[in-house]
């Protein structure tokens, strides 16, 4: 489950390719990520 969930933030293109090189700006863009993911589910 968590592989899955981990994989499925990886599909997100902001995730992966870090474009926020601080590190709460990172968090922020996993947190939109997960908040997407979870809304649609």
Do not use: D, F, H, Q
């Amino acid at each position: 489950m968590v592989e899955r969930a981990i994989n499925r933030l990886k599909n997100s293109r902001a995730v992966v390719t870090r474009y926020g090189k601080r590190a709460y700006v990172y968090l922020g863009t996993i947190t939109a990520a997960t908040l997407t993911i979870w809304l649609r589910a």
